[in-house]
């Protein structure tokens, strides 16, 4: 039986309108808490660095201001980029936000991809996989209450321990796209973070190579679509907002190099040839029920809030429109 869904929203903080970052934080801050009382499950943070629109550089920060305006929705990061962070201070920070949020912090992960970031950070793009490999098993002995003593190739720590270890340890969940990349998220996370579908067939086989039962995985999933009571009318709304958000993607390398993926001339071609969907309630419910029966590991389905420049006010009208007509009738399905 499939199991039924928590609905996310992906937030990355990012302001290309330039309005002040008091208020835009404010808004949003709000519009997350009125989520969670729509029946709104989970919410996603995600981090990149030097971006001129705000993108957020400080996830875990904004976590703790999310923890203390809601009560039982999970919170997670969709992704930290571990190459570029100290493993024992990310420890130390995601124990306190587990602490902080009664054991409702995920810790997500992701090995990063934008070569001005790690060479501001002063790492190699190249030392990617060992610095995942380590870093997470540095994560995993602090959280243990164990010795972070360790000898590797990218770090050395003393005999020390780490406090206060957290009651509950967050979850450590792995972001990937590429096959190699998928494969060790089933072997050293608890659970995989997809982007539009991709990798999970991967993935499970990931886990049975691991040596895992289906059961020790999880897969929060990571849609790119609109869903509206008219989706095309509010694709002519926003649809340059989606032309901004995926040709920054593609410079910055997100799908390869840049020099071999072409960048969307208009809103056009990318509701023609994606990522992004355009879905109306019955379609949503439709594709979001599939998905979890045909893939059960599925746990979390997660919507960007709004897209880059677009205001708080009209996301929050799709947010309210999926958590009135979308969330309910997945669940009723998936529970009959």
Known sequence: ?????????????RNPAARPFEQFYAETLDQIAWAEGLGFGSVWLTEHHFAEDGYTPSPLVLAAAIGARTKTMRIGTSVILLPLADPVRLAEDAATLSILTGGRFDL???????EIEFETFKRALINRPSLMEEGVEIIRRAWAGESIEFHGKRFQY?????????PQPPRLLIGAMAEPAIDRAARIGDGFLSTLNIGHDLYVAGLEKAGKAPTDGAICAGQWVVIDEDPQATWARIGDHAVYQLNQYIEWGAFGPPSDVPRFPNKE???EHGPYQLWDGPTAVDKLVELVQTTPLVEDIVLWAQLPGESV??????IEYVARHV??????RLSA
């Open 158 to 166: 003393p005999d020390v321990k780490v406090y206060p270890v957290p």
């Open 313 to 318: 006010e009209s996301g929050s009208q799709r």
């Open 327 to 332: 969330i309910p009738e997945v669940t009723r």
């Open 269 to 271: 071609a990318i509701a």
């Open 108 to 114: 997500g992960l992701a090995a990063g991809y934008r």
């Open 1 to 13: 039986m499939a199991r039924i869904p928590r609905f996310g929203l992906w937030y990355d903080f």
